[in-house]
């Protein structure tokens, strides 16, 4: 692989496949979207490579998402088995538990808010984050206050809930 | 001025807000509690979404080992690598065989200078066994010798004329020529160590006019295809399904070789020789076999990571062709070399060994 692409992969890939997996919890399922995402870049190559391989790896999750009816193995047990966890402090949760809820907590959001906080997470400006998602420049503060405001809330109402998400 | 918004508040936390606006607002900042409590919450707010999204982290979530090329409709990968015997044997004796209908929508356009260039080398180093009289032909149709230019700027201008798939269709011939080149280089330089590791060893036979047959192993690959096409190589080998021309080794141009996959020529030049192929994987894979770090050429961008046996290869391309960084834990320790096509300038070697960071 050489020439344009290449630079192109080297530059975005690993960024990508990370929000991809952030988006959608499932790593082989990030790197299919990604490396579809490139396969469409060598066939029509973009002029504004950024936003527009962001674009369409979010649209192909978004289509596949409509597509098939997918169990969502991203809600795991978290309280359940911990009765008294609700009272610890977070550094004593296990990782795999802190993950988890963090997922869940980005299931409380717009898909819109989700995309818009994942694209800041990998360096997105807020031009490029108005271009990849079709939003208004001037929006994107807001979106992004709101975003962050309700993933802390919906993280910190997850301390102490005793019911599996469902 | 007013309060400030959210969106404000937002905005000057990202340093989204050119620094020609920053003074009323920090006029405004100075002289109202109210905003200024209420940025600082914002600005705890976004330390703490920045921390919860960093818990998800690629490296939780290994990627399976496989190889991994960038095409714009999936491959016949085992009916890819049957043509690609022909071809190989063929080029490698001095021949070039004419295939047709082979699809191949893989990569972008390469510099036709670097093409021509590459080609060039690939004649002149030690190759495949080839006729005794080629070389000298070679020698004496070589293209005058060109001042290097920079592979990216150029690729880019070819890029830009030509559309893209038929870029992608004139890559492979150069590419072979380069992959063959670089692979041959490695493993020439790499054989008694390999021959030793190998254990059994393969029996490739070098006699220049008949057609190489080897016994083929694949290391560390884990695409099931692999297997299969591995058995299906023999076949073609020997009942060559088209017919084979001979033409001077200097003709074998862009224009003129059939349109095949690299990597699998790439892969199927090792498996002749004996040696494993070097598997494409990602660069957390490349990162988790080397214990967390890995050494980069600074200022270059590679094309792809590889694994092939302890080593993992980080490959740079080149106006001729590929340079390799071949890294290792060794007892803990991380070495590396520098692997660059034969007549690769010495001092150009040092310059970017120098280069080579963390």
């Given at each position: 692989?050489?020439?344009?692409?290449?630079?192109?992969?080297?530059?975005?890939?690993?960024?990508?496949?990370?929000?991809?997996?952030?988006?959608?919890?499932?790593?082989?399922?990030?790197?299919?979207?990604?490396?579809?995402?490139?396969?469409?870049?060598?066939?029509?190559?973009?002029?504004?490579p950024r936003p527009w391989l962001f674009a369409v790896a979010l649209n192909l999750v978004r289509e596949e998402g409509r597509r098939t009816?997918?169990?969502?193995?991203?809600?795991?047990?978290?309280?359940?088995?911990?009765?008294?966890?609700?009272?610890?402090p977070d550094e004593t949760m296990d990782r795999g538990e802190r993950i988890a809820r963090v997922r869940t907590a980005l299931d409380a959001l717009t898909e819109r808010d989700r995309e818009a906080l994942l694209l800041k997470a990998e360096g997105f400006n807020y031009e490029d984050i108005a271009a990849t998602l079709?939003?208004?420049?001037?929006?994107?503060?807001?979106?992004?206050?709101?975003?962050?405001r309700r993933l802390v809330e919906a993280y910190r109402a997850g301390e102490g809930a005793r019911d599996v998400a469902s | 001025m007013s309060h400030l918004d959210e969106g404000r508040l937002q905005e000057l936390l990202d340093g989204e807000i050119p620094s020609a606006e920053l003074p009323p607002i920090q006029a405004h900042l100075a002289s109202c509690a109210e905003c200024r409590a209420r940025l600082d919450e914002a600005r705890g707010i976004g330390a703490e979404a920045d921390r919860l999204i960093e818990t998800i982290d690629l490296a939780d979530a290994p990627a399976r080992v496989v190889p991994r090329v960038v095409t714009?409709?999936?491959?016949?990968?085992?009916?890819?690598?049957?043509?690609?015997?022909?071809?190989?044997?063929?080029?490698?004796?001095?021949?070039?065989?004419?295939?047709?209908?082979?699809?191949?929508?893989?990569?972008?356009?390469?510099?036709?200078?670097?093409?021509?260039a590459a080609d060039k080398k690939a004649v002149n180093g030690p190759v495949l066994p080839a006729p005794p009289a080629e070389p000298e032909t070679a020698a004496a149709q070589a293209p005058p010798p060109r001042t290097p230019a920079p592979t990216r700027r150029t690729a880019t201008r070819a890029a830009a004329n030509q559309p893209t798939l038929e870029g992608a269709r004139n890559l492979?011939?150069?590419?072979?020529?380069?992959?063959?080149?670089?692979?041959?280089?490695?493993?020439?330089?790499?054989?008694?160590?390999?021959t030793a590791a190998a254990g059994e060893p393969e029996s490739v036979q070098k006699k220049p006019k008949s057609p190489v047959v080897a016994r083929l192993r694949l290391d560390e690959t884990k695409v099931a295809g692999a297997a299969e096409g591995g058995k299906a190589l023999v076949a073609p080998a020997s009942v060559a399904p088209t017919p084979l021309e001979r033409r001077p080794v200097d003709s074998l141009t862009t224009k003129d070789q059939p349109r095949l996959d690299t990597r699998s020529n790439d892969a199927f030049l090792n498996l002749m020789r004996g040696a494993p192929a070097p598997v494409e994987v990602t660069f957390s894979e490349a990162l988790r076999r080397l214990n967390g770090s890995i050494r980069l050429i600074e200022g270059l961008v590679p094309v792809r990571l590889e694994v092939l046996g302890p080593d993992v290869r980080v490959v740079y391309p080149l106006a001729a062709g590929e340079l390799v960084l071949a890294e290792r834990l060794e007892n803990g320790t991380l070495t590396y070399r520098l692997l660059a096509p034969a007549g690769f300038p010495a001092d150009s070697l040092e310059r970017l060994r120098a280069r080579v960071r963390d």
């Amino acid at each position: 692989m050489t020439g344009p692409i290449a630079d192109l992969f080297a530059e975005y890939h690993e960024s990508l496949v990370r929000m991809l997996y952030r988006r959608t919890g499932d790593r082989d399922r990030a790197e299919e979207i990604a490396q579809e995402t490139f396969a469409r870049a060598v066939a029509a190559p973009p002029r504004n490579p950024r936003p527009w391989l962001f674009a369409v790896a979010l649209n192909l999750v978004r289509e596949e998402g409509r597509r098939t009816v997918r169990h969502d193995r991203r809600l795991v047990l978290y309280k359940a088995e911990q009765p008294e966890a609700f009272e610890g402090p977070d550094e004593t949760m296990d990782r795999g538990e802190r993950i988890a809820r963090v997922r869940t907590a980005l299931d409380a959001l717009t898909e819109r808010d989700r995309e818009a906080l994942l694209l800041k997470a990998e360096g997105f400006n807020y031009e490029d984050i108005a271009a990849t998602l079709g939003l208004a420049r001037g929006a994107v503060g807001t979106t992004l206050s709101r975003a962050r405001r309700r993933l802390v809330e919906a993280y910190r109402a997850g301390e102490g809930a005793r019911d599996v998400a469902s | 001025m007013s309060h400030l918004d959210e969106g404000r508040l937002q905005e000057l936390l990202d340093g989204e807000i050119p620094s020609a606006e920053l003074p009323p607002i920090q006029a405004h900042l100075a002289s109202c509690a109210e905003c200024r409590a209420r940025l600082d919450e914002a600005r705890g707010i976004g330390a703490e979404a920045d921390r919860l999204i960093e818990t998800i982290d690629l490296a939780d979530a290994p990627a399976r080992v496989v190889p991994r090329v960038v095409t714009a409709r999936p491959r016949a990968w085992i009916r890819n690598l049957a043509w690609a015997a022909t071809v190989v044997i063929a080029a490698g004796l001095g021949y070039s065989a004419r295939t047709t209908g082979v699809p191949n929508l893989t990569r972008p356009a390469v510099n036709d200078e670097s093409v021509a260039a590459a080609d060039k080398k690939a004649v002149n180093g030690p190759v495949l066994p080839a006729p005794p009289a080629e070389p000298e032909t070679a020698a004496a149709q070589a293209p005058p010798p060109r001042t290097p230019a920079p592979t990216r700027r150029t690729a880019t201008r070819a890029a830009a004329n030509q559309p893209t798939l038929e870029g992608a269709r004139n890559l492979t011939a150069g590419s072979v020529a380069n992959a063959a080149k670089l692979e041959l280089e490695t493993a020439a330089a790499k054989e008694t160590r390999q021959t030793a590791a190998a254990g059994e060893p393969e029996s490739v036979q070098k006699k220049p006019k008949s057609p190489v047959v080897a016994r083929l192993r694949l290391d560390e690959t884990k695409v099931a295809g692999a297997a299969e096409g591995g058995k299906a190589l023999v076949a073609p080998a020997s009942v060559a399904p088209t017919p084979l021309e001979r033409r001077p080794v200097d003709s074998l141009t862009t224009k003129d070789q059939p349109r095949l996959d690299t990597r699998s020529n790439d892969a199927f030049l090792n498996l002749m020789r004996g040696a494993p192929a070097p598997v494409e994987v990602t660069f957390s894979e490349a990162l988790r076999r080397l214990n967390g770090s890995i050494r980069l050429i600074e200022g270059l961008v590679p094309v792809r990571l590889e694994v092939l046996g302890p080593d993992v290869r980080v490959v740079y391309p080149l106006a001729a062709g590929e340079l390799v960084l071949a890294e290792r834990l060794e007892n803990g320790t991380l070495t590396y070399r520098l692997l660059a096509p034969a007549g690769f300038p010495a001092d150009s070697l040092e310059r970017l060994r120098a280069r080579v960071r963390d």
